[in-house]
């Protein structure tokens, strides 16, 4: 059989949906420096990583207490990456610059969301066309997988909040 990039959607028998979704779809925050000095610029970058289908909604953003906050540009919205190995499908979900306004450790709060997940039970797949991921997706709704053979899931993601240690 034909696999491909993305077959992470198909749920095959036995298989526990929380632990795929946990390795599959994940949101993270990467900053440019974790030390730095009051009023110098730090760069906060919020992603979710993915490889499965999912309607994601931001339930909450960080407040950035202690920081002057430069919402930054993220048009470029989504991009391939590798992470531990395995290609991710990576969307911006913000990014700001946060200027310290005081001396200490302040810590860079969570964004939570909510994932609406499909999965595609083995078993209901036609592999005889080895349609893509792309493909089946786009095609979902007059896809012939009926409501049996799908598997729906909500998940609350949170990132790592992050301490920024600054300076006087």
Do not use: W
């Not at 997940?117 to 007059?142: A, C, H, P, W």
């Amino acid at each position: 059989p034909v696999t491909h990039q993305f077959d992470d959607y198909i749920l095959k028998p036995g298989e526990n949906v929380a632990e795929k979704t946990a390795k599959n779809l994940f949101i993270k925050l990467q900053v440019n420096k974790k030390n730095c000095y009051v009023g110098e610029p730090i760069v906060a970058t919020y992603e979710l990583y993915t490889r499965l289908p999912s309607e994601t909604t931001i339930t909450d953003a960080p407040s950035f207490n202690g920081f002057s906050v430069n919402d930054l540009d993220i048009s470029r919205n989504s991009t391939l990456e590798n992470y531990n190995g395995r290609k991710y499908n990576v969307y911006m979900i913000r990014k700001v610059e946060l200027y310290p306004l005081q001396a200490g450790n302040i810590t860079l709060g969570s964004v939570t969301a909510s994932n609406k997940i499909t999965f595609v039970k083995s078993q209901y797949l036609n592999r005889e066309n080895n349609s893509s991921f792309f493909d089946m997706f786009q095609n979902f709704g007059q896809d012939a997988v009926p409501p049996e053979g799908l598997v729906e899931r909500n998940v609350i993601l949170k990132s790592v909040p992050e301490v920024i240690t600054i300076k006087p």
